[in-house]
């Protein structure tokens, strides 16, 4: 049996059977249950565990953990506990080195991460003072760090006609609440769908298996308020509009909350893709209706978009407003032949951090993938962010073919040189076969020394796979890293 920080430290040359009572009586009251629960009035006697109704379990404030705690077991030497990890079935993982640990309490903390499968084991050990024996049975609880539900949309459904017919309930104003779809079903989205200001989450629980969701003319998806959407691919070639576009309508009680006179729509709730494909955006990206909007955090993470749009002003464009800390990172976004774009970021040129109720905005590239983005265009447009020192910028383990015109560090940095807290590292930045790096146009910009001046290699980008033959790309591991597991 294992003792761990949580577990009783008992030592039996140190510490007396009085002792050992005495830390199991302090260990409990301190968990705020009755000193008169652990009383010694339970002798000789074999022990049950807590029920599955005697457990609760719940996440923290700031959801860095799971908080389990069960009802007192009078007479108890302590409890036996395991928690594990069973997102992946095939290979289980103890969490927090919680395995057979013997815990002199009636509550745990462990590290809680999000949507994550977990079991709970617990079993009353026993006590040798009071003579009695530890309990036979084990129970186990399972749990998991998931969004709630509201339900699951059947496959095949209209997606748009659900969502209408099933909306989300006033509660999640304030907290997010999910939409499920099948594993691997397949549905249509016949309209816009405008959330407002309900908090939604519109998923697939089971990442390897993502559901897929075809949109018809004039379909996006709106929303006013912060939204996540996880492990859903999308077939966008038959929509004109934006893929995700703020709502024209926005919510009124969020204005100027702490942007103040400056009157900006404050969405403080992260936008959140993860885990998507989204293919044949033939408008903008992100789009926010050209309303004064200005969303605290966006975050692209492990998604793969194919732009097919040839006339776009901006992939993602905040016209009214502004994003203020922006982060795409182990993602790839590639033009299809004759895509453009006047730029791939665009925002409103008088948003900046202070404006907005912050202190610091940022824009960060981490492991990304880009080709033939806003090619004869601009990578980046928002003076309010250039040239302040207030302004983060982060583009680290890129790699760029054919995209900016051929001045990506220098559009990236809003045209402003030697800016304050600039990152760049390990980067190529390839232009109809010849390197940015290497005519002087970096200077000032990426001083970092350390671009790549070599061909990444794409196995096949007209078709979408970027699977790169670059030996010094694959060395340092950049760009998007499934391009480099695709080669091992």
Not at 340 to 355: E, L, M, T
Not at 460 to 470: E, H, K, L, R, Y
Request: negative net charge; charged residues 15%.
């Amino acid at each position: 049996m294992k003792r761990n920080h949580f577990s009783l430290r008992r030592k039996a040359r140190m510490l007396s059977a009085f002792a050992v009572g005495a830390l199991l009586l302090s260990s409990c009251a301190q968990d705020g249950f009755e000193d008169e629960s652990w009383r010694s009035d339970v002798t000789n006697t074999t022990l049950s565990s807590p029920t599955s109704e005697d457990i609760t379990i719940e996440a923290s404030a700031d959801g860095a953990q799971t908080v389990i705690s069960w009802s007192v077991v009078r007479g108890a030497g302590g409890y036996i506990c395991t928690v594990t990890d069973v997102t992946d079935t095939n290979n289980p993982t103890i969490v927090d080195d919680i395995q057979d640990s013997l815990i002199d309490r009636c509550q745990i903390a462990v590290t809680r991460e999000v949507d994550h499968n977990y079991t709970f084991s617990i079993r009353t050990a026993g006590n040798d003072e009071l003579n009695n024996t530890e309990a036979a049975e084990t129970t186990l609880v399972t749990f998991n760090s998931f969004t709630t539900a509201i339900g699951t949309i059947p496959e095949g459904s209209d997606i748009t006609e659900y969502i209408n017919s099933n909306p989300m309930p006033d509660d999640a104003i304030t907290t997010e609440m999910a939409y499920d779809l099948v594993a691997g079903g397949e549905y249509t989205m016949s309209g816009s769908i405008d959330f407002g200001n309900k908090r939604v989450q519109l998923r697939t629980t089971d990442p390897n298996n993502p559901a897929t969701v075809t949109l018809t003319a004039n379909a996006s998806i709106s929303t006013s308020t912060g939204m996540s959407i996880k492990n859903v691919n999308f077939n966008c070639s038959a929509s004109t509009d934006p893929f995700i576009a703020y709502s024209e309508t926005p919510d009124e009680s969020i204005l100027g909350v702490i942007s103040g006179t400056q009157a900006y729509y404050d969405i403080q709730q992260s936008l959140l893709l993860e885990n998507c494909q989204i293919t044949g955006v033939n408008n903008y990206f992100i789009y926010d209706n050209n309303v004064k909007y200005c969303l605290g955090t966006a975050i692209i993470n492990d998604c793969v978009v194919q732009l097919t749009g040839a006339e776009v002003s901006g992939v993602i464009r905040f016209q009214g407003g502004f994003i203020n800390n922006l982060t795409i990172e182990n993602s790839t976004f590639y033009g299809t032949e004759g895509a453009d774009a006047n730029y791939f970021v665009q925002y409103n040129n008088s948003g900046r951090c202070d404006r907005g109720g912050y202190t610091t905005n940022s824009i960060t590239y981490s492991n990304c993938t880009f080709y033939n983005v806003a090619n004869s265009g601009q990578w980046g447009n928002y003076n309010g962010f250039a040239g302040r020192n207030t302004s983060y910028w982060n583009m680290t383990n890129c790699i760029f073919v054919n995209c900016g015109n051929n001045q990506i560090p220098r559009r990236f940095l809003g045209g402003r040189q030697g800016c304050d807290n600039r990152n760049f590292s390990n980067n190529t930045y390839m232009f109809d076969g010849a390197f940015e790096s290497t005519d002087g146009t970096v200077a000032g910009y990426d001083d970092s020394g350390t671009a790549i001046e070599s061909d990444p290699g794409f196995a096949d980008p007209a078709n979408g796979n970027f699977s790169i033959s670059g030996s010094t790309q694959a060395q340092l591991g950049t760009g998007d890293p499934r391009w480099l597991q695709a080669n091992q």
